[in-house]
C-alpha cells in the first residue's frame, strides 16, 4: 500500500485553529462521536479507560465524572488545558505497562502520524484481553459539497483504510460508518470557519467561502473503528 501524508499536528503552533474546530462542531454539527464512544465504554464497563491525543478532554466530558480516566498527548498546548490525569507521551511509545488498561481511545489522531501502525500496535500493547481499542476518522470523500474549493484527499488514517489497517492488529473489528448531511453552515462566515478548521489558511478560507452559496448542507463521511483484544 502506498504511504499517504500525514496531518500536520499543529496545537502548539496554531491553538486558534482547534478553538474553531470546536466551535464550528457546536454551532454547526449535528454529531459528534464522543458521546457514542464514551456510551459504549459505560455499556461494557470498561475500566480503565486510556485516551491518546486527549486534546482538551472532549472525550472525558462525555464519560460519567468518576470513571478512571487517563489523558496522553504530545502537544503542551493541549495538555495544559486537557483534564486530570494526563502526561505528555507520544502515541507511539506510551510509558504505561502492558495490558493495563480495558479500553484505549485513539480519537481523531492517527492521521497526524506517518506511521500509524506503530500507535495502534502500542495501544495494542497497553490493552488488556478482552479490552477495546476505539479509532475514528473522517473519510477521503468527507465534505463533496467543498470539494470544489478544499479537497484534503487521502490521508495516512482515513475512513478508506482504517478497518484494514486496525484489522492487522486485531482479530475482531466492528465498523461503524457515517455518511449523511450532518453539518450546516448558514452562512459565509461559517463556512470560512469550517474550512480553517480543514486546514485552510484564514484568507485563502475567507476567498474560498465567498464562492460557496449558502446556506449549505455538508455531508459528514467517515467511521469509528472498535477493535477487540481476544489474546
Ligand atoms: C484533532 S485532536 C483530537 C483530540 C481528541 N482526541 C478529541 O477527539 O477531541 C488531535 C490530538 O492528537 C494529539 N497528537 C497528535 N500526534 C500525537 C502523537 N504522536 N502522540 C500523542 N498525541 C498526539 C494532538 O496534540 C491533539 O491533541
Excluded at 42 to 59: K, M, Q
Excluded at 61 to 70: C, E, F, G, K, T
Excluded at 105 to 122: G, N, S, V
Aim: glycine content about 6%; charged content about 25%.
Amino acid at each position: 500500500m502506498a504511504t499517504m501524508p500525514h496531518l500536520q499536528s499543529d496545537y502548539d503552533d496554531n491553538p486558534g485553529r482547534w478553538r474553531t474546530i470546536v466551535s464550528v462542531g457546536k454551532r454547526f454539527a449535528a454529531t459528534d462521536v464522543h458521546g457514542p464512544v464514551a456510551e459504549r465504554i459505560v455499556a461494557e464497563d470498561l475500566r480503565p479507560v486510556l485516551d491518546v491525543g486527549c486534546g482538551d478532554g472532549r472525550l472525558r466530558a462525555r464519560l460519567p465524572s468518576d470513571w478512571p480516566w487517563v489523558g496522553a498527548d504530545r502537544s503542551p498546548a493541549m495538555l495544559a488545558r486537557a483534564p486530570r490525569p494526563a502526561v505528555m507521551a507520544d502515541a507511539r511509545s506510551l510509558p504505561f505497562p502492558d495490558e493495563s488498561f480495558a479500553a484505549v481511545a485513539l480519537l481523531w489522531m492517527l492521521y497526524h502520524l506517518p506511521d500509524p501502525q506503530t500507535a495502534i500496535a502500542e495501544g495494542k500493547r497497553v490493552l488488556r484481553p478482552g479490552g477495546l481499542l476505539i479509532a475514528c476518522t473522517n473519510s477521503r470523500h468527507d465534505s463533496p459539497e467543498l470539494k470544489h474549493v478544499h479537497d484534503v484527499g487521502p490521508v495516512s488514517f482515513d475512513a478508506e483504510v482504517a478497518p484494514e489497517m486496525v484489522g492487522r492488529h486485531f482479530n475482531e473489528v466492528e465498523v461503524d460508518r457515517w455518511d449523511g448531511p450532518y453539518v450546516h453552515l448558514p452562512d459565509q462566515e461559517a463556512v470560512r470557519d469550517y474550512l480553517v478548521g480543514r486546514f485552510m489558511a484564514s484568507e485563502e478560507a475567507e476567498a474560498a467561502a465567498a464562492r460557496v452559496e449558502t446556506p449549505l448542507d455538508v455531508t459528514k463521511r467517515g467511521v469509528v473503528v472498535y477493535a477487540r483484544r481476544l489474546d
